[in-house]
């Protein structure tokens, strides 16, 4: 029976062998030298030795290595953190490999027909896909971003060999289907397959700016989209002009209500959860760009979330119950959300987490002045990854697993969180922000 399984299987797995024999020899050879690393480099931890195989391996298993680091319900805390190093930027394409892309795409004459001037130094570049300052013969200012070339019969090859495989591993050793490792895997190959399709980036956009025109919301904006000098593998879009929240010392300049500013993006974040159909799962520091007149821009919809009505409910009441800390409240939005084969105790769950909440502000005022000392530190993103290591961690010892879909949301709230000093200020309450603090509020009831 189990050779059966496989046969069915292999053809497949075979066929993509052949079709990207080149794609096999490549990653044999980053294989053997992480083999040979492992012997003769004192023989590193597993977590940083596979880290170094996928940088080798480039685009597919950056990506992979992303989504370890994103998805902490899902692999053990020592490779969420040592993938991590991941989402920094990755080493830029050069221009010309770019050029053909977009004249492949757009056609050989979008110099001079579409577009003015290029900058050919990206402003971004990532493992999918590159971004360029650029100007239309119209006049007006735009980022184009580009795919990678090849970057999509890369992903293929290696995303589909490493399903099968899957399958075929997990036909050989039942055991391992518990784990369900070709279900990840599946799951893996579906997200990054929708990044590469820009069309599928630009509905997300559209959805959002939808919402935010339905909803009467003036304080937050999306680009515009240029369709025309947009396909599959290129995407034109307005350039926001303004801070990214990353400078933060610069934005805290730049305005004197910072508050109503953070608190707007926070707000709209909020409302999309409940009131639209997808929410912006990647809205980190370098995402929102804040305007000239005060306005937030939310950036980069290549990463976005949806969650069922069902779950929409457990969501709202946990981050009242975050932000209320209301450790009771979370623990039961925790069961109502997770997965689990057991009865939990939500009343030793709430001391969990009131245990860890109690020591973690207490780290916190300890180290206040050297942290505040130094802005840089004010805008790093480890401590929201850290907040939520624990918090899975502190779940899945009562046996409790998160979707990845919820993993995603409950840390784009824990990047909000971590400028929590600007939503919620107590000196700007009492100068005139409590009323936008109660709006926020009632709206969060409104939700439920």
């Known amino acids: 029976m189990i050779f059966q399984s496989i046969y069915k299987e292999l053809p497949l797995a075979v066929l993509f062998g052949f079709k990207s024999m080149n794609r096999i020899c490549q990653t044999a050879t980053a294989l053997g030298k992480t083999g040979f690393e492992w012997v003769f480099d ?42 991590h190093s991941c989402l920094d930027q990755t080493a830029p394409v050069p221009f010309n490999q770019m050029h053909k892309v977009l004249k492949n795409e757009l056609g050989a004459g979008y110099m001079g027909e579409i577009f003015e001037d290029i900058n050919p130094v990206p402003l971004a570049s990532a493992s999918i896909a590159q971004v360029y300052a650029a100007k239309l013969i119209s006049g007006e200012d735009v980022v184009i971003k580009i795919q990678r070339p090849g970057v999509k019969n890369i992903l293929s090859t290696d995303l589909n060999f490493l399903y099968y495989s899957a399958v075929i591993l997990e036909r050989l050793v039942p055991r391992l289907q518990h784990v369900s490792l070709a279900g990840i895997l599946s799951e893996i190959r579906r997200t990054v397959f929708e990044e590469c399709d820009f069309f599928k980036e630009a509905e997300n956009i559209k959805i959002f700016a939808e919402f935010l025109a339905t909803s009467g919301n003036t304080r937050v904006v999306t680009p515009c989209l240029y369709p025309h000098a947009s396909s599959k593998r290129v995407l034109t879009m307005e350039r926001l002009h303004g801070i990214p929240l990353t400078n933060r010392e610069q934005f805290l300049k730049s305005t004197d209500h910072p508050q109503r500013i953070i608190g707007a993006a926070f707000e709209t974040w909020m409302a999309s959860i409940a009131g639209c159909e997808l929410f912006h799962a990647d809205l980190h520091a370098g995402n929102l760009m804040i305007l000239e007149d005060g306005r937030v821009g939310f950036i980069d919809f290549g990463i976005v979330g949806r969650i069922s009505k069902k779950t929409q409910e457990g969501v709202m009441s946990l981050i009242q119950g975050m932000m209320m800390r209301n ?66 961690r502190i779940a899945e010892t009562h046996g409790i697993r998160f979707p990845r879909e919820f993993t995603l949301l409950l840390k784009q709230f824990l990047y909000f969180d971590s400028y929590g000093d600007l939503i919620f200020d107590m000196d700007m309450m009492m100068d005139g922000m409590m009323p936008d603090i109660e709006a926020l509020q009632k709206k969060l009831e409104w939700l439920e």
């Open 42 to 83: 004192g023989q590193p931890s597993s977590p940083v030795l596979l880290r170094k195989t996928f940088e080798r391996l480039g685009a597919t298993y950056i990506k992979l290595g992303q989504l370890v680091a994103s998805s902490p319900s899902l692999f053990p805390e020592e490779y969420v953190r040592e993938f």
């Open 327 to 392: 450790y009771m409240a979370i623990a039961e939005s925790m069961l109502v959300i997770g997965m689990t084969r057991n009865k939990v105790d939500t009343v030793l769950l709430a001391k969990d987490l009131e245990d860890f909440y109690d020591t973690s502000e207490s780290l916190a005022e300890e180290n206040f002045s050297a942290y505040a000392a130094d802005s840089a530190s004010m805008a790093n993103l480890d401590e929201p990854e850290q907040i939520l290591l624990e918090m899975v």
